[in-house]
């Protein structure tokens, strides 16, 4: 079992920058693939970026370039910097956690989720 507690979330204006950070707990994180979806109000969940356990790192279109993922093994966190922000960036992240390292961009390929944590970017 893995437990996720996602925090940094918060309220900022477009143009601003935030960081996320996942703490993860309960199984070998080093061994774990990670990632980060969100969904915004009346819309479905979507991928938005994922670091494999060798760092390998992944992107939406809509991010790239402006969002960085990372891990930290020995403090058993992955963070999401979150530069250049737009108010379609607003939704609720979420953090998780993949025992497998393919599909990386599809929810159901994970197997642990943390309960969100709100960004909101106002214009």
């Known amino acids: 079992q893995v437990q996720l507690v996602e925090s940094g979330g918060g309220l900022v204006q477009a143009g601003a920058s935030l960081r996320l950070s996942c703490a993860a707990s309960g199984r070998t994180f080093s061994t774990l693939n990670m990632g980060w979806f969100r969904q915004a109000p009346g819309k479905e969940r979507e991928f938005v970026a994922s670091i494999t356990w060798t760092d390998s790192t992944y992107y939406a279109d809509s991010v790239k370039g402006r969002f960085t993922i990372s891990r930290d093994n020995a403090k058993n966190t992955v963070t999401l910097q979150m530069n250049s922000l737009k108010p379609e960036d607003t939704a609720v992240y979420y953090c998780?956690?993949?025992?497998?390292?393919?599909?990386?961009?599809?929810?159901?390929?994970?197997?642990?989720w943390g309960q969100g944590t709100q960004v909101t970017v106002s214009s």
């Open positions: 998780a956690a993949a025992a497998t390292g393919w599909g990386l961009r599809v929810e159901n390929n994970y197997n642990y």
